[in-house]
């Protein structure tokens, strides 16, 4: 079974039990979604959203790999 191996983004080497970061970005300064779990359920999977709610997903070996390489993310998305 390697169908679910996932290639690191720090190291580059694949791993079958990826740490998955998602990035979503902020449509809306300010407003955080609340999580409901009925709505989750109907909704689609936050990865197929395309054009403004596309998410960028990257994948590391675990939290260590993550840290020394962090997603590029932009610093105003997220101001407040
Ligand atoms: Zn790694």
Redesign the pocket.
């Known amino acids: 079974m390697k169908s679910g191996s996932k290639k ?1 983004h ?4 694949m ?1 079958q039990t990826p740490y998955k970061y998602t990035i979503v970005p902020a449509k809306t300064h300010g407003t955080i979604p609340v999580y409901n779990k009925a709505a989750a359920k109907e909704r689609p999977n936050r990865e197929t959203l395309k054009g403004d709610m596309k998410v960028t997903v990257n994948y ?3 939290e260590g ?1 993550y840290e020394k390489t962090p997603p590029q993310v932009s610093t105003n998305q997220y101001a407040i």
């Open positions: 690191c720090s190291c580059g080497t791993t590391y070996c675990d790999c």
